[in-house]
């Protein structure tokens, strides 16, 4: 454990991925010894946690925001316990995009006003992505093998992509998501930020289960299983792969990386049919916002009401009016038109929003995933993961281009693992495996062949200030003699 924080504080001067280091860490190792606990799952492992999700202790869970730098609730999320009775340890919390990236859609990924702006290890300057920037960026640092980050649309895949690590938003309903700061309870998903899938697979089995404060893991209990168990390097022969060609071209560097992970694929005995058409994911997306939006107020109302008194917000208006009273802290790199507009809605029972959810639920899960899935005969899908990382870049925001196929994951419901397929020009790409609902022992078990057959294809962080500080790069960017 010593050698953990150790590396924490060498390295995260760098990179801006921990909030805070856990000062109980050492104490939670020795009573793990105590209890003769050091064979459990975990033995001892060190985890981050994503400063959204509640740890027992004097740590206060923030979700990035100076208006929750006083909620420590001293209680831990079902999913922390779980962590601990495996024989993890709470290492300490993890920066993230503030509120985890849903104050604004003119946001910086990895900035919130509690813990400044997260980086990227391979490259100083570009985006960690987002929201589970910390969690991302502390294991493709190396300061630990393991995090936890939470994903309503793309905030583990992203920045696991990114920061060159693996990365698995699980089915909505496997991994309680009580005593996590929400945004949409039809859509988060905590789960686990690795250094390899092996360590993906052993964190997924910790956390997974029923808690009946979360009516959406009812069938939790039913569908968890020892996924590092269930781990085969052969798992890939014979199986049926849709490659999802409709989600690339956005990028040739990416497609590149890609055609290399699909040579991988078939080399290990995958079968590979290309699915060309794409579903409406623009009308996909117009109906989540409606989703998104409205339950954020319901949902950030209900948790703000359950916090400790010394938290003042209690309101998503609150909220609101405690960033505009405090906006050169909070407002002066961009505003907050996400959370007036969440602020606007009608709430739950509001016939829009109910017509929008089903619509988007629809589109994305039984007309979008389960019928290409079905149609094509196929395990699962697979398709780049996201674009390599853009510039850190306060005047303009984020300027990432679009790519992948992960939305469609995320407001179906259904599991999305990334993995490592090698870098741009020194930036880590990830290959996703998109899977129907539950299927998350098949999507590690294929991620795991993947990366058995390919090590190569992970990279080992550089630290540049700037991708150009490349030798092969300046070449490239200096005149010609």
């Known amino acids: 454990m010593l ?100 104050r604004s859609d003119a946001s910086i990924s990895g900035w919130s006003a509690v813990g400044g702006q997260t980086r990227n290890p391979h490259a100083l300057s ?9 969690s991302g960026a502390a294991v493709g640092a190396g300061m630990v093998t393991a995090a936890i980050g939470t994903e309503t649309d793309g905030s583990i895949t ?42 993906a697979a052993m964190l997924l089995s910790a956390i997974a289960g029923s808690d009946s404060a979360d009516p959406a893991t009812v069938e939790a209990d039913a569908h968890k299983a020892d ?82 008194p010394a938290v003042l917000p ?31 809605t009608k709430g739950l029972d509001d016939p829009a929003y109910r017509k929008s959810l089903a619509t988007s639920r629809q589109l994305a899960g039984p007309g979008g995933l389960d019928r290409m899935l079905t149609a094509s005969k196929v395990d699962a899908l697979v398709a780049p993961t996201a674009p390599p990382a853009w510039f850190i870049d306060p005047v303009n925001a984020d300027q990432a281009p679009f790519g992948g196929a992960g939305s469609l994951a995320a407001v179906a419901g259904y599991p999305h693992l990334t993995v490592p397929m090698g870098g741009v020009l020194g930036l880590p790409v990830g290959l996703s495996f998109i899977g129907p609902k539950w299927s998350e022992a098949q999507l590690l078990s294929f991620g795991y062949a993947f990366e058995q057959a390919a090590p190569e294809m992970k990279l080992s962080p550089a630290f540049l200030k700037a991708i150009e500080d490349q030798p092969a790069v300046r070449k490239m960017l200096l005149p010609a003699r």
């Not at 060309?276 to 916002?289: K, L, Y």
């Not at 309101?315 to 969440?342: C, K, P, R």
Request: charged share 20%; glycine share 10%.
């Open 126 to 134: 570009r985006s960690p992505c987002g929201s589970s920037s910390g």
């Open 158 to 199: 992203c920045p696991a992509a990114i920061n060159g690590i693996v990365g698995l938003k699980p089915t909505v309903g496997l991994v309680s998501r009580t005593h996590v700061i929400p945004i949409s309870h039809s859509q988060d998903a905590p789960g686990p930020m690795a250094g390899d899938v092996r360590t």
């Open 227 to 308: 996924y590092a168990a269930g781990l085969r390097a052969d798992s890939l022969k014979g199986a049926r792969l849709g490659v999802l060609r409709w989600a690339t071209g956005w990028h040739a560097g990416v497609d590149a990386r890609f055609e290399a992970a699909l040579a991988v694929l078939k080399a290990q005995g995958a079968v590979l049919i290309d699915i060309t058409e794409a579903p409406d994911q623009h009308q996909i997306g117009e109906n989540e916002t409606k989703v998104l939006m409205t339950e954020l107020k319901a949902d950030l109302n209900a948790y703000l009401a359950t916090t400790p």
């Open 314 to 344: 209690r309101t998503l208006a609150d909220v609101i009016a405690f960033n505009q009273a405090h906006a050169g802290e909070e407002l002066a790199l961009f505003g907050q038109g996400s959370f007036v507009t969440a602020e606007q």
């Open 3 to 102: 050698a953990a924080i150790d590396r924490v504080q060498q390295i995260n001067p760098q990179v801006n991925a921990v909030i805070a280091l856990d000062p109980t860490a050492l104490d939670q190792a020795r009573a793990i010894d105590r209890r003769g606990a050091i064979s459990a799952p975990l033995g001892r492992m060190p985890v981050l946690i994503k400063d959204n999700i509640e740890t027992a202790g004097p740590l206060a869970t923030t979700g990035g925001s100076l208006a929750l730098t006083t909620n420590v609730t001293a209680r831990d999320a079902p999913l922390v316990a779980r962590l601990r009775a495996a024989g993890g340890v709470i290492l300490g919390k993890t920066n993230l995009s503030e509120w985890a990236n849903i």
